[in-house]
């Protein structure tokens, strides 16, 4: 059997503030229904995190040795069906039989809020 090789590509991603932007995932991750990614447009910008903005993101991992599968959800729709504990399978290198790996953390999207001043008049 040839080993899993991850194989990277750029899918749509549905951004909290409305947008879609197209965002780099593997394929192997992109294809599970639960991520809610979708084909990409070349008509969308490219999702670029920051120290201020992170997309929405799911990691999974074998409780028996500790591997982690990590990778962003597309849609506010997907991450809000996902529940800590959910399991999927995943491929893996040098085993015939996909391994069960279970959802063991959610991070929420992080878009940088605007700053808002208030006019204070000048003391005379």
């Keep these: 059997m040839p080993l899993v090789q991850p194989n990277f590509g750029y899918f749509t991603y549905e951004s909290d503030d409305g947008f879609s932007y197209n965002i780099r995932a593997s394929a192997e991750w992109a294809a599970l229904t639960q991520t809610g990614l979708a084909a990409r447009s070349s008509a969308q910008g490219r999702y670029i995190s920051s120290g201020s903005r992170k997309p929405r993101m799911a990691t999974y991992k074998d409780l028996t040795t500790g591997r ?3 990778g962003p959800i597309g849609t506010s729709a997907a991450y809000t069906a996902l529940s ?4 999927q399978a995943f491929p893996v290198p040098d085993q015939t039989a996909d391994v069960t790996y279970t959802l063991v953390s ?3 999207e992080h878009v940088p809020g605007s700053v808002i001043q208030s006019a204070v008049a000048d003391h005379a």
């Design 68 to 70: 982690s599968k990590k």
């Design 84 to 87: 800590i504990g959910d399991t």
């Design 106 to 108: 959610k991070t929420p």
